[in-house]
């Protein structure tokens, strides 16, 4: 390996603009002791031309040109040689991502280098690429696409290196860069896991195994890549597993445990916490996401570090997927909301407009001790296991709302929402936030705040929470505990709003039985 020589190498397929570069290159001033050489290549497939000059040359400095550049600083191999003196910069490029964007298009990522930007990066553009190590070009994969020099940034940082944008030492006449569909997907599947965080989807399930078989194919599905599948299954039957035998896909762990209770498989669930995972997303086994869900909630969150919780508009669909509408929300836009105001919101309305579980990306920082929910005793048959969430997660930060419809909520026979304790439970477990909230000073922050929240809650959950179960002769342990709670509610009105909240006594678990 010549240590005093450059080698250029240039793919060229126009004589025109090979001779206009070659023109710019002789310019070029040497440093002393060294030496230049220009290798131009042929051949339809770019990058299988770049491994072969590469191998070709015994210069330790090679730059890979683009013949529609030209370079414009006659004095650039200087700074390059001074940036090299750092042996853990594998590449040098002059423009790039310094982050890609989860889409994984360099060219249009959010985080671009911007002019005379100087330091390291994690893609370069492959327009002007210079390399002080030799490592094969991916030319199994890339053919001839800004894909292949993409990868070979990567290449390098799984070989321990480091990426680096230099100085603005070319002019670079663009055109028309096509985005082949095949490339792109294949640059996804081989570096996703390299390049973006991995993403958590847990799924429990019970006796659901047609809609939980879509359910799972939406995950799967999703155009980020670097997913893992947790399923916690209590189902009395093996429908659900025989299906799971049929899938080879390595992303799924599943897990049966037929003896569980409900609340044993709900718990079991979110136990889960793989350390290597930053976000984790609940599918519920009979919702849906739409493909670029995970994506575009990811994105979002590693360009708005003040954002602490991100959610969408949703649809809702019937038995048979037949999409009826969607869920109203008070945004009418794509928009960005202070989390304090969305908490305010919520203890006005009692509506959980942010949306169910699978709803919404988590980023697990943001959780309490890695846990749903504001506290350790809201396990089991806390019914409003999502809404105490999103308020911890409000408590940290901004919330995103995405006016597109990402995820997909469906209505059929035995959804727990019409579940006869349900509608009391609801009452109770917005009663207990309330209580929380003015406890910790957190959106309830004034005696004005809890007092029209109270009131709120008797107009809007409360005479609810009782009407429904007293509809279906439902006259479970949940309404006699709801009975309680009103005469505590009424009573912090007029005793300096202590909230003073009796025990929760459930029949809940008997109600399922019944139901199934």
């Known amino acids: ?48 031309a770049y ?72 893609i370069a553009d492959g327009f002007f690429f210079a390399t002080q190590y030799d490592l094969p ?20 940082i799984r070989a321990g290196g480091k990426i680096f944008i230099g100085g603005d030492w070319i002019r670079f006449d663009e055109k028309n860069l096509a985005l082949d569909v095949d490339t792109h ?29 879509e359910a799972l194919e939406s995950a799967l599905n999703q155009t980020y890549r670097n ?9 009395t039957d093996d429908a659900t597993e025989k299906f799971i035998e049929t899938c080879s896909d390595a992303r799924i762990k599943y897990f049966r445990h037929k003896n569980f209770t409900a609340h044993d498989n709900w718990n079991f669930a979110r136990d889960y916490d793989n350390p290597a995972a930053e976000f984790v997303n609940w599918l519920m ?54 989390g304090e105001e969305v908490g305010r919101i919520l203890f006005s309305n009692f509506e959980n407009f942010i949306g169910e579980p699978t709803t919404v990306l988590i980023r697990k920082r943001f959780l309490r001790d890695g846990d749903l929910c504001w506290h350790a005793n809201e396990r089991g048959f806390f019914n409003l296991v999502d809404t105490s969430t999103w308020l911890q997660l409000l408590s940290k930060g901004n919330l995103f709302f995405i006016d597109e419809p990402l995820s997909c909520y469906r209505l059929h026979a035995n959804i727990a929402t019409d579940w006869p304790y349900t509608a009391p439970l609801n009452a109770i477990q917005w009663a207990k936030m309330i209580k929380s909230a003015w406890e910790k000073k957190i959106f309830l922050k004034t005696e004005k705040d809890v007092r ?32 309680k709670y009103f005469v505590t509610m009424a009573r912090a009105l007029s005793n300096g709003y202590k909230i003073e909240l009796p025990p929760v006594e459930y029949s809940a678990q008997d109600a399922i039985k019944k139901i199934y």
């Open 285 to 338: 086994d009979d919702d849906i996401f739409y493909p670029p869900k995970i994506e575009r909630m990811v994105e979002i969150y590693r360009t708005n570090p003040d954002v602490s919780l991100i959610t969408s508009k949703r649809n809702i669909m019937d038995a048979d997927g037949k999409i009826l509408g969607h869920h109203k929300v008070p945004f009418k836009a794509t928009t960005k909301i202070s």
């Open 227 to 235: 997913v893992e599948i947790f399923i916690s299954d209590n189902s």
């Open 185 to 213: 997907k294949k640059f996804l599947d081989e570096y996703s896991k390299d390049l973006f965080p991995l993403v958590s989807v847990v799924i429990p399930t019970f006796n659901r195994p047609k809609f939980f078989k």
């Open 1 to 48: 390996m010549d240590e005093k020589k450059f080698e250029f190498i240039i793919h060229a397929t126009d004589e025109k603009f090979l001779a206009r570069l070659i023109q710019s290159l002789e310019a070029l001033v040497v440093p002393a002791g060294f030496r230049a050489e220009v290798q131009p290549v042929t051949g339809e497939e770019k990058y299988f």
């Open 452 to 483: 029209q929240s109270i009131l709120k809650w008797f107009n809007f959950v409360g005479f609810r929470g009782l009407q429904h179960p007293l509809d279906d002769n439902y006259r479970g342990k949940e309404v006699e505990t709801l009975e």
């Open 137 to 156: 070009w991916r030319h199994d994969l890339f053919k001839d696409n800004f894909f292949g020099g993409q990868a070979q940034c990567v290449e390098f």
């Open 51 to 122: 491994d072969a000059a590469m191998k070709n040359s015994d210069a330790k400095f090679k730059i890979y040109l683009d013949e529609r550049a030209i370079v414009t600083d006659e004095n650039f191999l200087f700074e390059l040689l001074k940036i090299f003196q750092d042996k853990k910069i594998c590449a040098v490029g002059t423009s790039g991502a310094i982050e890609l964007s989860t889409h994984g298009v360099s060219l249009t990522s959010a985080k671009r280098a911007p002019k005379n930007f100087y330091g390291e990066a994690q």
